[in-house]
C-alpha cells in the first residue's frame, strides 16, 4: 500500500504495469525494459545518479537501455 503522495501518484500512473515501485520522491526513474520498474527520489540530482548506474551497468539481463526520469510533480492529473 502506497505511502506518500509520491508513491500513490506513481502506482496510479505505473501501478498496473510495473514489475514494482521502490523508494520515496517527487522524482521517479524509470526502467522500460524486459518489465517496467519505478524508483522514486527525493531529489532530481538523485534520480540521475540512480539513472546513469543502470545506463552504464543496465538493469537486468534483458536491459535495452530504455530510461527515463520523469518529475511527478509536473504531471497534471486527468
Known amino acids: 500500500m502506497p505511502k506518500s503522495r509520491w508513491q500513490l501518484k506513481a502506482t496510479q ?4 504495469r510495473g514489475a514494482w515501485i521502490d523508494g520515496d520522491g517527487r522524482f521517479a ?18 534520480a540521475a545518479r ?4 543502470i545506463d552504464h551497468f543496465g538493469c537486468g539481463g534483458a536491459c535495452s537501455r530504455n530510461h527515463e526520469i520523469v518529475d511527478l510533480q ?3 492529473p486527468n
Open 50 to 53: 540512480a539513472r546513469a548506474g
Open 13 to 16: 500512473l505505473w501501478g498496473k
Open 29 to 46: 526513474v524509470l526502467a522500460h525494459c524486459r518489465v517496467l520498474t519505478v524508483s522514486l527520489w527525493e531529489r532530481k540530482e538523485e
Open 74 to 76: 509536473a504531471i497534471r
